[in-house]
């Protein structure tokens, strides 16, 4: 008999998760769903892939690490972690500042979209696959990553919003990414978004007055899931030493530089946000970049210097340029056109000077795995 799991927290598959009641119960929220479903370089992308490329790749160079990775996975710490218990405090939504309400929504439905994409692509790898190493390993991800988006919903629908998840899968624009690049990727964004999640708890534990929502209670654990699903790119990428050396680390400098530059953008498009966590966002920013790259010296043989002077310039140019940007396209008409124009060419000599700052090289230690430290 198949017995419904009441909440995605409890699921132990993500099949399961996806299927539990507390999904059954989000419906259409148009908004919420449109904003979902846009593609631009600053949203968060459904991605998709050779499967057939990641289900040859052969973890035996790193087989112990690996073992001890999956049965960390198996014995599933955090089930039943993700849904709301007697440390989740009402919330006032009508009350709230109508300025923080539309940037935390914001930040929560692209919350919810990173998570879902995330689950979508590792459900795919794991239904395609016929090797059992990459299967388990993409089952427990997306196991996690569907607790994950299930629970922004929940507290979505507190505020009376609800992203469609079904209709994304469906209808969301995936973008194609050879394997390599979903491992640069797909590692930094779990890297970042553990640096990103454990820097605002230990922020709020020392300043518990600035949370505003029950959900930052939530983040520790959520982002040692995070670390972990990185600790499995890490090993991916070891199994193959090319993917770090040569050529590719011109590659990997790339995906630094946009994620990193991505995360600031964003970061500033939400100053009533971050005045409410009491977090300055260019010492957000620079205070997760840190994170982000002390963990990637466990694989990546360079960083990026983000004490160059150019860096932080380069950042802010690049806001300005997306700020201008947004602003010529809802003005619209031709000197709307010109503006973007103008607006976009700024945007990429912004990224090119970010990007041509001399990286900083190091070696690689022989052993990759790390434990979350922060
Ligand atoms: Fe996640
Ligand atoms: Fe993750």
Request: aromatic residues 12%; contains cysteine.
């Amino acid at each position: 008999m198949n017995v419904q799991t009441r909440h995605s927290a409890d699921a132990t598959t993500v099949e399961e998760a996806l299927a539990a009641k507390n999904y059954d119960a989000v419906v259409d929220s148009e908004s919420a769903t449109a904003l979902a479903m846009q593609n631009t370089l600053l949203t968060p992308r459904f991605y998709t892939t050779d499967f057939d490329e990641m289900d040859a790749i052969d973890v035996s160079p790193v087989r112990e690490d690996w073992d001890k990775l999956i049965a960390q996975m198996a014995s599933d710490p955090n089930k039943g972690h993700f849904k709301k218990n007697e440390d989740w405090d009402n919330i006032d939504w009508d009350g709230m500042e109508p300025k923080l309400k539309r940037e935390f929504i914001d930040f929560l439905i692209s919350s919810c979209t990173a998570e879902f994409s995330g689950c979508v692509l590792y459900k795919e790898m794991k239904r395609r696959g016929n090797n059992p190493d990459i299967c388990q390993l993409f089952s427990f991800m997306s196991r996690d990553e569907a607790r994950h988006a299930g629970f922004i919903n929940d507290a979505l629908r507190e505020a009376g919003i609800a992203v469609n998840l079904g209709f994304l899968t469906k209808k969301k624009k995936y973008t194609y990414f050879r394997p390599k690049f979903i491992y640069y990727a797909t590692y930094l964004s779990e890297k970042i978004g553990y640096a990103r999640y454990i820097t605002i708890f230990r922020h709020l534990e020392a300043h518990p007055e600035h949370r505003f929502h029950p959900i930052f209670k939530w983040f520790r654990e959520w982002c040692n899931d995070e670390f972990s699903h990185g600790e499995a790119f890490a090993l991916l990428m070891k199994s193959d030493p090319k993917l770090t050396s040569g050529r590719n680390v011109w590659w990997i400098k790339f995906f630094l530089t946009a994620v990193y530059g991505t995360m600031y953008v964003r970061d500033h498009q939400r100053p009533a946000f971050h005045e409410a966590l009491g977090v300055d966002p260019d010492w957000y920013g620079q205070e997760v970049f840190r994170k982000t790259s002390e963990i990637s010296k466990q694989i990546f043989p360079i960083t990026l210097d983000i004490d160059n002077p150019r860096w932080m310039k380069g950042l802010k140019r690049l806001q300005k340029a997306n700020a201008d940007l947004a602003e010529a396209k809802t003005r619209g008409g031709l000197g709307g056109a010109i503006g973007r124009m103008g607006a976009s060419a700024r945007a990429a000599m912004a990224f090119a000077s970010l990007y041509t700052i001399p990286a900083v090289r190091h070696d690689v230690p022989a052993s990759t795995r790390l434990e979350p430290a922060y």
